[in-house]
């Protein structure tokens, strides 16, 4: 009878899928345990092309004022969307951001957002770090001029929407649309919920039921968090922090942040708002035994007149074996939401979270110094041209410069050097298409800035350059967006962005020994 | 058979033609201080706490315009049509344009000073013209505590002491703040103007533009029932003391008088949703 039933479903299955052959794979599915998501996906449905064009965006440093920082940046996949290592997450120019940053998952379910709920929406929410200060610094209105005279953005905002409109609503929706599909459920809790064939080890059992006794009043149900604000008496020592208080002004929010999930806890240490705590050991300590009083604590946390939750040693231990369920390593190495995506470049997947910042990437090779030698050599033709105001003479040393580097023996570097060629290339190559391909010294103007950076990361990551180099920085270049340029000495007057109508303006704000 | 199709036309003409007996009214905003007109940066200005100061920079929402009958029915502009961002650097867009006014006559207007607590809870696609945040409503949104700022005021004066990292003596009034979603209380500083139109009745003539005069003076800001001192409160945001200074302005608008008729399309139009 079983089989029969199975044939008919099956069959039923096929009929269905003849007709639904064109539809692709759903692009969110509402886990089977878990409640219904809070976003209201009617109003804006899911497509491929809006997932992948909110992916572009999630990752482009062009959402920051100076180009350097990506929502990635601070959201990165390995550490579950947070930032990895950071107990406050940094912006550009290394501006420290009050808080930690939160981790990006079931974002679906989430009635606001951010540590104090200041945000009612998931759609409105990129506004936020893109026009913070200590954040991207930019403007929203900047970010969508930037889009529009992109050469990428207009065609992948027509697949999206159906005309190469960019605006607002399509902007943030696109980036919602990308962030909703980051749903994590396959933990081996949720394989064990859903009966997928996952069983408990006994400690495990016995640390499930202690999280369900004495921390489910907050962390509860299947997403581990009632989306609500409470203070859970973290120390108050330099603590300017109001957190919830700033939103309502209200006394009794003094102090009270988001609860946050429980999920994917070993990739986002570290912990709290602030991320004070390094390890999971350090937080249950802190429930146990250092939960302090204040007007706000939460009434949970100060039963008796005993404050903290009582925990032996054996009960944390029990506990954190629990809280390992819950982590979803297929959520946190699932391509669909990586920067480089292993089905197209799968040497490059495994230093998609790379810090750039912090590795060696020296390179001896001949072959790939006398490439970036030669690459500067066009480099300096250029600038001479913008000097000069000659379209035709920057065109045709961009044109080299792009020829060079384009063809770059990328045999001759190591799979992590290829990895950062690549990520900067593309970038570089963008700004380098673009001065060759008119002889407009004020486009030409636009991109240089860029071009500068890009060439500069490269050099400075590799250490090639056979002179010292110097960094500059005109913030009145390029309409006031700002703009870097490169000398070989740190005398040589003119600036390339203005050239003839030199306003003095720009500093040295790097230098590169040889 | 024909006949009656002709007559069936023939009156879904006659009714179209009869529900298009309306007209169209321009609120033009003068914004002053006091009995002085405004003039941003050049004049200065005295407040009630004896501070000099000028303006550098005014904006401020006008949304939900009714407009009053004589038995106290109100005519409802339709909403989507009724959001206007007054910027005092852009004159055009002084004046805010109603169309589709039925005829008749009119004793007074009640609108929001700033915007709604439905629309600023509203989704990203109803957030159009004045209320684009990526657009031309880019100064007056809070992106860290979802909501718009609906009055904006800034500028200097010499009494504001330059302390911690104040380096220059601006006062910044960014006043908003519309209640919050669900529970999740914020403040609640939305406030409706209500004028009245005084013994002039207005008539709203079939395809007239009838242009209302209205003056919005922002020295009430610091001259209300709480008297504001720039030095001690250069700014206000979104603060408690916000509160204060939405009470002070919620009387700012008064009635001026109508201004010189104009044909129904011959007027510039303020910052609308389209």
Known sequence: ?514 | MKNFLFLAVFTLLNIAASAQKTGSITLHFDNAVGNEALVLKGKQYTNASGEQFNVTFLQYYVSNIRLVRKDGSEYVVPQDQSYFLIREQLPETRNAVLNNIPKGDYTGIRFVIGVDSLRSASEISQRKGCLDVGGDGKDMYWAWNSGYIFVKMEGTSPQIPLTGNRKEPIFLYHIGLFGGMGDKKTLNNIKVATLSFGKEKVKIKTDKNTVIGIKTDVSKLFNGPTTVSLATTPTVMAGPFSAKIADNYADMFSYTGLKKEAAASDTKIALGMK
């Open chain 1, 1 to 514: 009878m079983k089989t029969k039933i199975g044939l008919v479903v099956s069959a039923l299955g096929f009929f269905l899928l003849s007709f639904c052959s064109t539809e692709d794979p759903k692009l969110f599915e509402k886990p089977g345990n878990f409640p219904a998501p809070v976003y209201k996906l009617g109003e804006n449905p899911l497509t491929p092309a809006g997932v992948a064009l909110g992916k572009v965006l999630f990752y482009d440093a062009l959402l920051s004022k100076d180009n350097t920082v990506s929502c990635g940046s601070c959201h990165q996949q390995s550490a579950g969307f947070t930032q990895h290592g950071h107990a406050l997450s940094h912006g550009i120019n290394d501006l420290l951001t009050k808080r930690n940053s939160m981790p990006l998952f079931n974002l679906a379910w989430s009635p606001d957002f951010g540590w104090d709920g200041g945000v009612h929406h998931l759609d409105l929410f990129a506004i936020s770090p893109l026009q913070n200060p200590a954040e991207m610094a930019e403007t929203l209105p900047n970010v969508l001029e930037k889009l529009r005279y992109s050469k990428t953005y207009p065609p992948l905002f027509e697949k999206a929407f159906g005309t190469d409109e960019i605006n607002t609503e399509r902007f943030l929706k696109s980036l919602s649309q990308f962030m909703l599909t980051m749903v994590s459920a396959n933990s081996r809790y949720d394989k064990f919920m859903r009966n997928e064939g996952e069983t408990l080890t006994e400690t495990e059992r016995e640390g499930m039921s202690l999280v369900e006794k004495k921390c489910s009043s907050c962390h509860s149900g299947v997403l581990f968090s009632d989306f609500k604000f409470h203070n859970n008496g973290l120390k108050a020592a330099s603590n300017t922090d109001v957190g919830r208080y700033d939103i309502t002004l209200l006394d009794e929010d003094r102090y009270k942040f988001k609860v946050p999930s429980l999920r994917n806890l070993t990739a986002t240490a570290p912990y709290m708002h602030d991320g004070r705590f390094g390890t999971l050991e350090e937080v249950l300590d802190h429930y146990a035994s250092g939960v302090e009083k204040s007007p706000t604590l939460d009434p949970l946390l100060n039963a008796n007149g005993q404050p903290g939750i009582s925990l032996t040693t054996d009960e944390k231990t029990k506990i954190i074996a629990f809280l390992k369920m819950l982590n979803d390593e297929a959520f946190l190495k699932d391509d669909r939401f990586s920067e480089f995506e292993m089905r197209e470049n799968p040497e490059m997947a495994q230093f998609a979270n790379t810090d750039w910042d912090k590795v060696d990437l020296t390179t001896q090779n001949p072959i790939v110094k006398n490439a970036l030698s030669k690459a500067l050599g066009y480099y300096w033709g250029i600038k001479k041209g913008l000097m000069a105001e000659n379209g035709a003479e920057v065109s045709g040393s961009a044109k080299l410069l792009l020829n060079i580097l384009e063809n770059l023996d990328r045999t001759q570097l190591t799979p992590m050097q290829k990895a950062f060629y690549h990520k900067v290339y593309q970038d570089l190559g963008f700004d380098i298409e673009h001065v060759s391909e008119t002889q407009s010294v004020s486009h030409q103007r636009d991109h240089f800035g860029d071009l500068s950076k890009n060439l500069f990361r490269l050099i400075k990551a590799f250490k090639t350059n056979e002179k010292a180099l110097y960094y500059h920085f005109c913030p009145k270049a390029a309409s006031n967006l700002g703009g870097y340029w490169l000398t070989e000495t740190s005398e040589e007057k003119g600036n390339p962005f203005f050239g003839k109508n030199d306003k003095k303006c720009g500093e040295i704000i790097h230098y590169m020994p040889k």
